[in-house]
């Protein structure tokens, strides 16, 4: 099996073992392991590395050593950088989270070995998460104009609130009066989403969910539609500039942008363990059914 080994920074010391045991268990394993370049020139600035492994750094290098699978070792944002870099290429994602919370990220530390050799096995499930495509009236993230997570809108440099006028099909929605706009996936449900009051949906329940950031109007709620429609997006202010993101990466645009959001015509794999289901992880991560009274 050939693997690729992705990550971003290593931000604390205490990951460096976990990171060291996941290149000797995939050694063990003799799995022929890649690693993302960027990550490779870190790993040997902290002298984590012994031997010499081939290194990716763009999607046609990915094309062309076309790996089994994304190993990413961070949190959930390390499987949102890793996406791009996998694109439409259904190579699938496995994240072993050396984060925090981690709802894409879910292999945890102290798994690492179990869950690797279960990879060796091929007793693993893929899950196909659905991305949102961007399309807008003047340039705007061209090189990647999709997100497995979200779409934001936001202002900028000012304190006054923005007007952001969202259509669904074409037909109004609603004007919100607020900080900003969150357009999520299934996915992103449990990300920006769920901190602004917005509802945790299933990975596989086909829709979008449209979130206010601090709206002014007391009767503003989160709204689930299906995906396949299509969502326009327009924004007005006394600001010359917003900020636009997908899935963390950001870009400036003015009122002059007239933004469309649909589904994706391709779909992100991640790697699901049979003992790992969303139900535990949500059960696990947001702590339900834990009392310290019991």
């Known amino acids: ?55 990716i750094d763009t999607h046609l290098d990915l094309l062309r050593e076309s790996p089994n699978i994304v190993i990413t070792l961070g949190g959930d944002g390390t499987i949102l950088q890793a996406a ?5 290429s259904g190579i699938p994602l496995m994240g072993i989270n050396l984060g925090r919370l981690g709802f894409l990220a879910s292999v945890e530390k102290k798994w690492i070995s179990s869950v690797l050799r279960i990879l060796a096995a091929g007793d693993f499930q893929k899950e196909e998460r659905t991305l949102l495509s961007l399309h807008s009236s003047l340039p705007l993230f061209e090189d990647f104009p999709f997100a497995l997570n979200d779409f934001t ?3 900028r440099d000012d304190s006054s609130m923005i007007s952001i006028h969202v259509y669904i099909d074409d037909q109004p929605l609603n004007t919100y009066w607020a ?27 086909s829709n979008f969910i449209i979130s206010a950031v601090a709206p002014h109007n007391l009767n503003i709620r989160p ?18 500039n917003y ?35 969303f139900m535990k992880t949500l059960s696990d991560k947001l702590m339900w059914g834990v009392d310290k009274r019991n």
Do not use: W
């Open 1 to 55: 099996m050939k693997v690729l080994l992705f990550g971003i920074h290593i931000r604390e010391e205490h990951e460096i073992p976990y990171i060291k045991e996941v290149i000797k268990e995939c050694t063990s394993l003799q799995f022929d392991i890649l690693i993302y370049g960027g990550y490779e020139r870190e790993l040997r600035t902290k002298n984590i590395l012994k031997e010499t492994f081939k290194t």
């Open 84 to 88: 791009v870099l996998v694109r439409d």
């Open 153 to 155: 809108l936001h202002k």
């Open 179 to 205: 900080d900003g706009i969150i357009i999520s996936t299934p996915t992103g449900s449990t990300g920006y989403a769920l901190s602004c009051g917005g509802p945790i949906v299933f990975p596989d329940s």
């Open 223 to 240: 709204i689930v539609i299906a995906d396949h429609h299509k969502l326009s997006v327009r924004v007005e202010g006394r600001a010359e």
């Open 243 to 277: 900020m636009c993101t997908l899935d963390g990466r950001y870009e400036l645009i003015s009122a002059a942008h007239q933004i469309e959001l649909k589904k994706a015509n391709f779909t992100i794999t991640l790697i699901g363990i049979p003992q790992n289901s």
